[in-house]
C-alpha cells in the first residue's frame, strides 16, 4: 500500500500544475474557455495516472482494503496542502473528497473484486474510479462554490474520465483476437 501511494504521490508530484488540486475545478461563478480547457485537460490526465496506477497494483490482487483511500486521501491531502494559498474551508473540502473518493474506491474493489482473471470487473472498476471521484468532486464543489460550467461540461468530465479508465483497461488487458486460418488446399 505504501509503495502505491507513493508511486501515485509522485506522478501527481509531477502534474499538480494540472489536477483537481491546481485550482478548484469548476468552481466559482466566472470563467473562460482557457480555464475549462486547462482544467478539463488536467482532470484527463489525473484520470489517467489513477486509472494507470491502479491498473499496475491490481497486477497482484487482491488490494488490502483501504489501499486506494490511503491512495487518494494521502496523496490528495498533500498535494492540497502543498498549494497552502487556499482558505481552510477549501483545504478541508478538497481533503474530504480525497478521502471519501478512495473510500468509495475501496468499497468498489471490495464489491467488484477486480483481478486480470475477472476482465468484465476490472474494465467495470477502471471506469468507475475516475468517473466516481469526479462525480463527487464536482457535486461538491457544486454545493459548497457554485459553478460555471454548463452541465454538459460537468458531465461530460465524468463520462470521459470513465473513458479514459476503460480505453487504459483495454491497454492493460487487450481483447483476444481470435483468427481463422486459412483452410489447406
Known amino acids: 500500500m505504501l509503495s502505491l501511494t507513493l508511486l501515485f504521490a509522485e506522478l501527481q508530484f509531477f502534474t499538480q500544475f494540472a489536477g483537481p488540486y491546481a485550482d478548484v475545478i469548476a468552481g466559482g461563478l466566472r470563467g473562460s474557455y ?3 480547457e486547462r482544467q478539463l485537460l488536467g482532470a484527463y490526465i489525473f484520470a489517467t495516472l489513477l486509472v494507470g496506477t491502479t491498473l499496475v ?14 491512495m487518494l486521501g494521502g496523496t490528495g491531502a498533500a498535494t492540497v496542502l502543498m498549494v497552502g494559498e487556499w482558505p481552510m474551508h477549501v483545504l478541508l473540502t478538497q481533503i474530504g473528497v480525497a478521502v471519501t473518493a478512495g473510500i468509495v474506491a475501496d468499497a468498489l474493489l471490495l464489491r467488484m473484486r ?10 467495470a472498476v477502471s471506469v468507475a474510479v475516475p468517473a466516481s471521484f469526479f462525480a463527487i468532486y464536482l457535486v461538491v464543489v457544486i454545493i ?19 473513458l479514459i479508465g476503460l480505453l487504459l483497461s483495454y491497454l492493460a488487458v487487450p481483447p483476444k483476437i ?3 486460418l486459412p483452410e489447406a488446399g
Open 34 to 36: 482557457d480555464i475549462l
Open 144 to 162: 459548497r462554490f457554485g459553478t460555471w460550467y454548463t452541465v454538459h461540461a460537468v458531465t461530460g468530465l465524468v463520462l470521459m474520465s470513465g
Open 114 to 123: 477486480p483481478s486480470y482473471e475477472r476482465v468484465a470487473a476490472l474494465r
Open 57 to 70: 497494483a491490481l497486477q497482484r490482487p487482491p488490494l488490502p482494503l483501504g489501499a486506494l483511500t490511503l
Open 178 to 180: 481470435v483468427r481463422e
